[in-house]
């Protein structure tokens, strides 16, 4: 029995919805993009894109291309988030969406700074649809994730100074660390490594050449609580 391809009106839209979270000025913001499609044209809302059946063989093709339209960006860390799909979500109708977290350097993503407005993550404004459910639940993955694992250190370049790995982990956690016991326990469990090259800070007047690493593990360790 061959089966009846179903109409257009049975189709029900997914898309995929992509938190951009990056660090500026020591906070953890947002990355927002004004909507182009004719339904709140202009207004922000994430990085997001409908998925093309005849074009993206699989999810991840789909946050690739969307990645790369919108924004131009490639070779950052995604992991997907969660699924939403009700009747409600979208004032027009049933829709579904697949949620991806994404954290990137702030650097890749001023290349693209005209497309892109930051937002600190806690004072958000009212976004369409469930994008502020969807924003804050991945802000909860994110610091929860921060205490046992190198995903805050994502949020930096290849090679970062050991002060900024910390701050990176402040700007997830929301909270100061002592400068002292982070160095001590990021060496103890070995998450990073010497480049071998040196950086000129100044600290209190004084010009100090400090130490560049970078990450042992490229890919996103998780360990026993650091923090």
Request: charged content about 30%.
């Amino acid at each position: 029995m061959v089966a009846t391809p179903k109409k257009d009106a049975d189709r029900l839209p997914v898309s995929v919805d992509i938190v951009l979270l990056t660090i500026k000025d020591g906070v953890l913001h947002a990355a927002l993009t004004p909507r182009v499609g004719e339904y709140l044209h202009g207004e922000l809302a994430l990085v997001a894109s409908t998925v093309h059946i005849n074009e993206d063989n699989h999810l991840g093709e789909t946050v690739e291309r969307t990645l790369r339209d919108r924004g131009g960006l490639s070779d950052i860390y995604v992991e997907q988030l969660y699924t939403w799909g009700d009747a409600t979500r979208d004032p027009r109708g049933w829709s579904i969406s697949i949620a991806y977290l994404g954290l990137v350097p702030v650097h890749k993503l001023a290349k693209a700074e005209k497309q892109f407005e930051f937002m600190p993550v806690d004072k958000l404004p009212t976004l369409p649809f469930d994008h502020n459910k969807i924003i804050s639940t991945a802000v909860w993955r994110v610091r929860g994730k921060g205490g046992y694992s190198t995903i805050p250190a994502r949020l930096l370049p290849k090679e970062f100074t050991m002060s900024q790995m910390r701050e990176a982990y402040e700007a997830v956690l929301g909270r100061k660390l002592d400068a002292q016991s982070f160095r001590r326990k990021v060496m103890a469990l070995e998450l990073v490594k010497s480049t071998g090259k040196k950086k000129s800070l100044i600290e209190e007047g004084i010009d100090r050449p400090t130490e560049i690493f970078k990450l042992r593990n490229p890919a996103a360790e998780t360990f026993d609580r650091m923090l």
